[in-house]
């Protein structure tokens, strides 16, 4: 089973929204908080939101009110709603666990927000 496989991606306009989905594997989701992870080209992978196995979360300032992670425990699955999307918003999002992340990363899925 591949540990984390993330969807939901696209092309959005700018103040649009997208809901991404990380499907992990049980050992990963079951014992880990989780978080969600950027990259823009040329920049460094950034962590953009994570959330306890209890429901606890934390945001980057620069997503704070846009944002909202949340997970379900009986389906694996991590999820990142994301609103009022800004073009600095695009980027690769990969899931991964939380604060230090696995040596196995999914292949992200692409977000982009353009007009």
């Known amino acids: 089973q591949v540990p984390l496989v993330e969807s939901g991606g696209g092309l959005v306009q700018p103040g649009g929204s997208l809901r991404l989905s990380c499907a992990a594997s049980?050992?990963?989701?079951?014992?880990?908080?989780m978080g969600w992870y950027r990259q823009a080209p040329g920049k460094q992978r950034e962590l953009v939101a994570a959330?306890?196995?209890?429901?606890?979360?934390n945001y980057a300032d620069s997503v704070k009110g846009r944002f909202t992670i949340s997970r379900d425990n009986a389906k694996n699955t991590v999820y990142l709603q994301m609103n009022s999307l800004k073009p600095e918003d695009t980027a690769v999002y990969y899931c991964?666990?939380?604060?230090?992340?696995?040596?196995?990363w999914g292949q992200g899925t692409q977000v982009t927000v353009s007009s």
């Open positions: 959330i306890s196995v209890l429901g606890t979360t």
């Open positions: 049980r050992s990963i989701f079951s014992i880990y908080a």
């Open positions: 991964n666990k939380h604060p230090v992340p696995g040596a196995y």
